[in-house]
């Protein structure tokens, strides 16, 4: 379990970084750019996470092989976005996007359960680390970020993750298992929303005029 | 008086997150947006002020009670804003909401004080607490922060009371009614420019070319 | 030597300072915006460094004189910018701030380097106090960041000067002459950079739809 889960990471982290990249990519950026989004899309939610509870040091100064890494993606993805295989690419972070998503959820629960905080702001630790990179990553593009308006239910299966992570531990199960189930209770709720296209409904008072 | 400031609380903190709810219904976003502007006007400058300041635990991670209120408040503000009521609601939230900023900037100042700033410092603090949730919720919208151009003595009235403050604690003046005092030199100002309509002078020079 | 950096920390901020507030005046701000904007290029870089590394208590909290510096200089530039003096302004910043940048990037490496971070983590620490106040100025007037994609080679020259700290620390080179060495190959190379248009190549394939 311990083995899979740190794979699952790795994935994770690889693919928030490419769909950084990616984002960068497509609005014309130059390396520093896509170095830039890259590295705020990987480490982006876990670094507001360890700020707001005071954790250091953070993620990716303890491990700064993951700079590296992140580092050399940015600058070998152009080659492999060149001609045709750019849509492959793009499909092929999907699932790894929603691993990662779920398995920073459940991550972020436990970490800021560790620390003694209740649930609901675990639970709302869990949210962060999973969806605040790609918020900055909006941020930096110039636009409203998407979790708040496109309503593919992205944070909503973070949320029910770090809720699974919260019952889980309350039944006393193995903190590995607890995570492993938070993270796939996140990943199913997430493919079966992009599958069948569920989302939450949005108000439109202000622009329309109605209400 | 410790009374008063404790209701005087509550009602900015709520007139802070509907304004920040509003914001996000007028923009068309789902209900993780209308939670996270919500959240973010509400809790942004005090989050930034802790950060700053380096002070542990965050106001919202000590007292999640707030969150559970701000949360409750993003799922039934809906209803209330249907029909007609939504204008109301506006006006409704109007006075709390400069309540809210001169009792912010009065209390990020005092807090600031108590960890041994210096007077300048301690009265930007105030100034962060009262505004920057603002400031992040106009960011996350993909707008230039109103404070920085609306003009509208908005800041201006916070750093009145934010000095307001300073001299109070100067006069020995006892924290419970150096805080009220001061958020209500910050409140009378604001009030008094909102219905005269009193700005900063703006230039706009290199829009027009003329400089 | 100790001298000569003084003096160049102090054209540096100056010039930070004063290319955000005509960032700021560009916009038709009021003096609010003036003031947040030049005091968020001058302090933006170092204070996200410091909250990185969780470095206390911040530059401009503990020398809260430069606060009221910036604040001075944003209530009098606009006197300064007024009739054609404007270009001039404009024109005099560029050294002091190529100056600052390559300065910044050698004092943000050296203080990373202090405590005990990794070179790879202390050249980016440098490279975000360079570079992340004009990251916030852009965020702030609602633009892309300009270092992603003007790409005129700015970030990239404070990176060069991280590693010549790097490297001049390893050779044993007083503090001093590091942190001067280094500056002086970052603000050599963004010379050459601005003097002969040198520039990352850019991706714009999403754009084109080529790729």
Partial sequence: MEIALRWAEIAGLIAFAVSGY?????RGMDPIGHF?????????????RDLLIDRRPLFWIHHHEWVVAVLALSLLLP??????ARPWVERAVQWPDAIGMGLFAATGTALAFDVGLPALIAVMMGVITATFGGVLVDVLCNEVPRIFRRTELHATCAFAGGWAY????????????????????????????????W?????????????
Avoid: H, N, Q
């Fill in 36 to 48: 830039a989004l890259a590295f705020v899309a990987a480490f982006g939610g876990g670094t507001l």
């Fill in 79 to 84: 080659w492999f976005t060149r001609r045709r």
């Fill in 22 to 26: 990616l984002e960068a990519e497509r």
């Fill in 166 to 197: 919260v019952g889980l531990d309350a039944l006393e199960a193995p903190r590995s298992l607890a995570i492993g189930g938070a993270a796939a209770v996140a990943f199913a709720l997430r493919m079966l929303a992009v599958g069948r296209g």
């Fill in 199 to 211: 989302r939450l409904p949005a108000l439109d008072r202000g622009r329309s005029g109605i209400g």
